[in-house]
């Protein structure tokens, strides 16, 4: 008897792989969204250990950090070597990294201590490729990379408005306590999300760095909103340098300064970016939160918009849901 054997033609073969492209192209982006959505997760519990650890620093030292020790110099030139450590120095021994607080010579600038170049963790948004390697080369060099900046000021340049009521968390040689927090603990940021220089020369998002490039201030005009794709939005050192000078493709836009005194919130997260609250707590604000677009800062006359107002600690307005 004589038996027929039948295989695949070309067509049906054609038509199983379309199918199963099909199949892949639908799965693929479910699967993106939900390692996104676990990144995004760890970039939450990260910022609420940093709250927790500002917490912790309160309750042994009476007061939260100071943004950064300034020795001499202009406090808003991060060229200026002779600066000290910044608040997440300060925060080592309460985010379990004591070994490397303690190896910290407080006597040193801070670009002489070897443990900037330490790359943590819990300093990064793994939502941000840019966190991880690519240490910053600017004042020094050998700069490891973090995500989360105190609230300095919405108001001023550089760290002029931080001894304020219309500060932030702290400032160059000065430090906030909770009682000076008198537009209340759960509608004052204690903490933006921030994102890392897109290159060595890029000074942003510097975890050790004294200086705006852990912090935010002076958020208004094209320093705006959340996630500002201004070209000209963050005021900073290096900036032509880093070939970003006007630029608005990558949402990192800089203007070329002599000091660093502009700097608004940042994340890689689609809509919007994490914020802690001075209570502690952490919550995911839109990108398209009320903003008033001010020359002037927080110095004229009329009401100061939702993202100005809950980045200042006593300035008396009344901040609902947002």
Known sequence: MKSSKRGFTLIELLVVIAIMAILVALLLPAVQQAREAARRSTCKNNMKQVALALHNYHDTHGSFP????????????????????NWLV??????????????????IPANQNPGRSTELAVFKCPSDPKSSGNHCAYAGGGWARGNYGMNVSPCSHGLGGANSSLGGLGGANHVVRFRDVTDGTSTTVAIDEIRAGLNTQDLRGSWAMPGLSAGTAAMFNDASAP??????SDDMENCTVSGLAGDSNSGMG?????????????????????????????????????????????????????????HTRGGNEVVGEF
């Open 254 to 310: 800089c203007f070329d300064s002599s000091n660093t005194g502009q700097m608004t919130a940042r994340s890689m997260h689609i809509g919007g970016l994490h914020l802690a609250m001075v209570d502690g707590s952490v919550q995911f604000v839109s990108e398209n939160i009320n903003f008033r677009r001010n020359e002037f800062g927080c110095a004229t006359v009329g009401p100061r918009g939702v993202w100005q107002s809950i």
């Open 66 to 85: 100071p943004f950064i020790i300034n020795r001499n110099g202009n406090p808003s030139r991060i060229g200026d070597v002779d600066k000290g450590a």
């Open 227 to 232: 996630n500002s794709r201004e070209p000209n």
């Open 90 to 107: 300060f925060l080592l021994p309460f985010v379990d990294q004591a070994p490397l607080y303690k190896q910290w010579n407080f006597d």
